[in-house]
């Protein structure tokens, strides 16, 4: 007698936005772009109540943009790759919606701080409230993952898992030195998450950059010909890549020294070049979403550079930082989001949405006006950083008006993700 194993019962959830979590979590990290960014205008030029003995307004910012948009991102792609990766359903529907929320609620709570909102004749509370969800937030993605993992035995993955404990690790060390008073842990904790996320960055792009050229590219011609194109890689240049930044990190955090500073980021940024000579096809140029991570790959090149060359030509330590966070967080996470959000609700890649070279655009004008323009003409420096703060969120505004509308549909081949 043979048993009939009835299909499983498909998944489904209250709203497509809550399929998968690059969905809610792109268009969370999207619509926070813009609001921290005009509320850094505004705590920047003084016109908020924030609480600067309590925390140095420079460390709001960086926290949050860190902690905040770029961890949004991670949540986004890192839950639906796993997925992909294990073959397991990660968190959908109200369980999605619950990790979310968590983030959200860290958000809204380092708002309220920016706003110099009180309770009780204090606004430190919401950053008690922001360090539980943060907390929160990160501990039920790592569970999600950790499931997902185990329940396959794929145990190369563990190494997420690591990175994730290690950017709780940065996040908690923030929340002791605001509680401590201690602003160099604070700087700390921001410092490491930032070089943690421009790590997975670096890891990432050297994966999706050329295999996004790859498939991007290999396409059929007028005559119906395939044209295949293969990009070099190689592994000797992964290690290079991985000890150089490993011991830049090292220097630029705990060994502030301009010798070693300036040997291991040069390294960084010479075995990266070298990647993109590998990487280079002329037929990205006719394809934005191509060259959008070309040159947000050789934005971080040029970071590391500058920061090799900072204490020999005095420039600030921050236009360096800002270089590397711009073209490593911020040029990059909108190149892949726009990608990733046209692949996986199922639309043609080869035809984004027009307004995605404006976007990449902007992201550069981001770049020229925050980092090499102060470079320059310093006697222009709040105008340059205005400029910078109007770009920015002229580009998330784009991609709201652009992408949030997809998100927010189910896919039209009608499957479900």
């Known amino acids: 007698m043979h048993t009939i194993n009835l299909p499983s019962k ?15 979590f792109f268009s969370g990290a999207a619509l926070f772009a813009v609001i921290i960014m005009a509320l850094w205008a505004l705590v920047f030029t003084g016109h908020t109540d924030i609480d600067a003995q309590v925390l140095n307004p420079l460390y709001w910012h960086g926290h ?28 959908y529907g109200y369980r999605l919606l619950g990790i979310f929320m968590c983030w959200l609620l860290a958000r809204l709570s380092w708002l309220a701080f920016g706003l110099g909102v009180t309770v009780t004749g204090s606004s430190v509370v919401w950053l008690y409230a922001a360090a539980a969800f943060d907390l929160l937030f990160v501990g ?22 690591a990175k994730l404990a290690l950017l709780t690790l940065g996040n908690g060390l923030c929340y002791w030195g605001i509680i401590s008073a201690d602003m160099s842990m604070t700087k700390l904790g921001i410092y490491l998450g930032f070089y943690l996320i421009i790590g997975l960055v670096l890891t990432i792009g050297r994966r999706v950059v050329p295999f996004f050229i790859e498939r991007g590219l290999s396409v059929a011609d007028a005559d119906g010909v395939k044209q295949t194109v293969t990009l070099r890689n190689s592994k000797s240049q992964d290690i290079a890549s991985l000890l150089f930044f490993l011991a830049f990190f090292i220097v630029d955090l705990f060994y502030p020294n301009k010798y070693l500073l300036t040997v291991t980021a040069l390294g960084v940024a010479v075995v990266n070049i070298i990647r993109l000579v590998g990487w280079y096809h002329r037929g990205i140029w006719q394809k934005p979403l191509l060259w959008s991570l070309y040159i947000a790959f050789l934005g971080m090149c040029l970071s590391f550079l500058l920061y090799a060359l900072q204490p020999w030509l005095g420039y600030t330590h ?8 711009i073209a490593g967080i911020g040029m990059m996470t909108v190149a ?28 550069v004008l981001v770049f020229i006006s925050r980092v090499l323009l102060p470079l320059v003409d310093m006697s222009h420096y709040l105008l340059w950083i205005m400029v910078a703060q109007g770009a920015w969120i002229a580009c998330f505004v784009l991609f709201c008006l652009s992408y949030l509308p997809m998100l927010a549909r189910p896919r039209p081949d009608g499957l479900f993700g």
Not at 11 to 22: E, V, Y
Not at 152 to 157: A, D, G
Not at 318 to 325: C, T
Request: charged residues 10%; glycine residues 6%.
């Open 318 to 325: 921050s236009i360096a930082m800002h270089g590397l966070a």
């Open 64 to 91: 949050e943009m860190v902690y905040g948009y770029a961890l949004a991102v991670v949540a986004g792609f890192l839950l639906t790759a796993v997925k992909a990766w294990t073959g397991v359903m990660m968190p």
């Open 140 to 161: 039920l993605m790592a569970l999600a993952v950790f499931r997902a993992v185990l329940q396959v035995k794929q145990y190369k993955q563990m190494g997420i898992l």
């Open 336 to 363: 892949m989001m726009t990608r990733v959000s046209l692949g996986h609700t199922g639309r043609n890649i080869h035809q984004p949405p027009r307004s995605v070279t404006v976007m990449y655009v902007l992201m």
């Open 10 to 24: 498909p998944p489904s959830s209250p709203h497509p936005i809550l399929n998968l979590s690059f969905r809610i």
